[in-house]
């Protein structure tokens, strides 16, 4: 699971036309696309394992953001898994540096709208706790938009989308990774159907249970927290980031005492 950290364009500087001239010599030549005969896919594992294979030349020379370099959404014939879309050895360069450079595209856009969402979320810049829950909600339903736009008609996994969005959004804010995690799992749950259209009442219900489970009574958010807690025990004993989750967990970052 890649942390926000890990895709956040700030942090891994990446030059597209140097990319583009590495590319011809980094991509190896690819296998036979897959066939589907007699109920199954002929090809499919060496498929597989060829996109890997880029994955892992592509985030070892750019980071681990480029692990998926095929997830680019707004780029509709390569969006999703590719077994089923390989290209030809020729076309091959070419077809994996416009996927990368789609994905890329993704990520600083969607870094631009945390730029300028987060200071939106500051409590000192609202007139109550009501309007820092708003500024909460709409900050959430802005960025499912977004996720969800470019793919909900063409791609049964925009739930995923809306997910790993949110859940780096949170991360962004100071939410730790696990929790972050939960707390999307709870908002987003089983509720999405993916041949229903999304509505602006389900991204709306969405946006309000993440507000409720983030801030606590008095709009105080993720980056309020008062953590005095050591990262370590005496006698070798566990952190108790390490053992204490769930309720309990939910409590202490609520800001509630036990």
Known sequence: ??????ADPARHPFDPVEMSVAVPALVPAPPPRPIYRSGGWIGFSEAFAWVESISMILSERYGQWA??????PWEKEQSGFLTDRIPTAADAPAFVADSLLAWRRWLESLAERFDRILPSLDPARAVDA??????WEVAVAELM???????????DDWPAWCEITLRWFLTATGVP??????????ALGERFQLWVPLTAVEIGGV?????????DPNGTG?????????DTWPQGWPSWRATN??????????????
């Open 145 to 155: 938009t977004f996720a969800a736009a470019p793919v909900v008609e063409y791609d």
């Open 1 to 6: 699971m890649v942390a926000w950290a890990d």
């Open 67 to 72: 692990h998926r370099w095929y997830w680019g």
């Open 207 to 215: 946006a309000e249970r993440v507000a409720n489970a983030v801030l």
């Open 222 to 230: 993720p980056g309020a927290r008062v953590d005095n807690w050591p």
């Open 130 to 135: 009501a309007g820092t829950v708003a500024a």
């Open 245 to 258: 989750t769930g309720w309990g967990v939910e409590r202490a970052f609520r800001g509630y005492t036990a």
């Open 177 to 186: 990774p696990a929790q972050a995690q939960a707390l999307v799992d709870e």
